[in-house]
């Protein structure tokens, strides 16, 4: 559906009521109730649930349903609320598909709104400063791999990085990697009996599914077929790895690099889930390298960025399985690593009119589409997507 459409469709709206989903990880009870608040018997075809479902969801072996939207409909049923009430506000790519198995009927068709980049992830205000910062490059290093929170593909990334010798060239940081060989402990002891009463809850025994995030999407790296990943997958990573440049502020050091290697919170995922790592490049014109779903690129294309195929192979991109995808992505930077820094900066000139272009179609996405549909749907509803303290570590 085109943007003015959907603008159009949303004049005559009236919210009944708004839902953020991750409010309800760990209480499916307390999502039963509050849809029991927003129950009518007969709603205007007006009258919409607001459903945000804007940061990462968890899919289990490429099912096209995440756990918190599988949950959702599933408390929806029991409830007698018709799926045709729901608006979806989502940065979840194919949520359509994932909705697919709970439609019976065309009236029961939720409208389903994309955000391209997730409301939550502008909360990061430091990435928003890029936005008014200096944009002047003073190029020093190939580039950077800020990989931040342990998830095993970046520790695995970071593995093969080090045996590709990258890191003469390439900085990275990785904060706490020993949590992603630990996952199992950590998540479960957070996890275990946090979702339902087992003795008064409502939804008992109604469809739910429990799940331990951090476990999610990453099984591939347990079963290493791929010589080169068993091999890298030996590599100790350090407790703590912080690069000296790197520290503080992200825009004090930012125009450092020449390529920018963004590494997403989702990997093994059937659909791209766009974060607030692709603001870095877009904002600060820099050109970048995409650790992340299968599709990512392509989905940028179809918003109008354009990227970098002709400069280096982007083929990564279309690579379905998430071995070989990660170690074409690692084959990359490895080649991108051993550039002559002059190559690098040649790059940066010869790509400025692209760049400037993706800033630009960027900066008028979020003034011109986005933040109209939050002051249609959100502005005044009480939900503060740019709070971080409601928002899951990426």
Known sequence: MEWEKIHRSLDNIKVVGYIYLWQ???DFDALYWRLKELYQENYAPNQKIV??????????????????IHNLMSVLSHVDISPGVLIFLTSHVGLEDGL???????NDRP??????LSFIASANIELMEFRHCSRDKNIEKNAMCLLGSARSHRVLLYQLMSMFE?????DVNLSNPAVAVNFDKITAKKRINKFIDAESSPIKNQGIVYLIPHQLNDSWTKHLKLPELIQAS???VPNH???????GKITNFYNNYGVDIVVETTFDCPYPHINEKIMRPLFMCTP???????????????YGFKTFGDIWNEGYDSIVDPQQRLLACARLIKEISSWPLQKIKDINAQLQDRLTYNRENFLHYIDNVREPVYNKLIANSGVNLYDTNTRPNS
């Open 234 to 236: 030996g590599i100790t």
């Open 241 to 247: 790895l912080v690069q000296p440049k790197m520290q």
């Open 288 to 302: 970048f390298v995409v650790v992340g779903a299968s599709g990512y690129l392509k989905f940028l294309h179809s």
């Open 100 to 106: 697919e198995p709970f439609i019976t009927n065309d």
């Open 51 to 68: 459903i945000i479902h804007d940061d990462t969801d968890y899919y289990y072996h490429r099912n096209p349903t995440g756990f918190y």
């Open 24 to 26: 309800y990880e760990h």
């Open 166 to 170: 990258c890191f003469d060239s390439v």
């Open 111 to 116: 409208l389903v709104i994309h955000s391209f």
